[in-house]
Nanobody, 115 residues
Framework: QAQLVESGGGFVQVGGSLKLSCTAS????????GGWYRQTPGKVREPVAA???????SYAGSVRGRFTISRNDAKDTVYLQMNSLKSEDTATYYC?????????WGQGTQVTVSS
């Protein structure tokens, strides 16, 4: 059974950095596009960053230049390095893996950026 487990969330001050990790079991990340989404209460879950099997990446405009997504297929892990964090980055961050048919989600990790 496929499972994604996120880690690395927490509290950080404005301008600080955090690195999120998402490790898969039951599937191989190398066969999937990996992505990070985020959601705040009352709002729709929104895409943050994605990385494809060939290494191509894409970012939401609000995080481009501050966040970096990467992957280590040998460890079945996708990362999200978040720098220059802003208060509006506060959200629950979810990991996603998609193979064109199946869509898998992690349980979410909370990121809180305080001023």
């Amino acid at each position: 059974q496929a499972q994604l487990v996120e880690s690395g969330g927490g509290f950080v001050q404005v301008g600080g950095s955090l690195k999120l990790s998402c490790t898969a079991s039951g599937i191989a990340f190398s066969d999937h596009a990996g992505g990070w989404y985020r959601q705040t209460p009352g709002k729709v879950r929104e895409p943050v960053a994605a990385i494809y099997s060939v290494g191509t990446t894409s970012y939401a405009g609000s995080v481009r230049g501050r966040f970096t997504i990467s992957r280590n297929d040998a460890k079945d892990t996708v990362y999200l390095q978040m720098n220059s964090l802003k208060s509006e980055d506060t959200a629950t961050y979810y990991c996603n893996a998609y193979d064109g048919t199946n869509n898998y989600w992690g349980q979410g990790t909370q990121v809180t950026v305080s001023s």
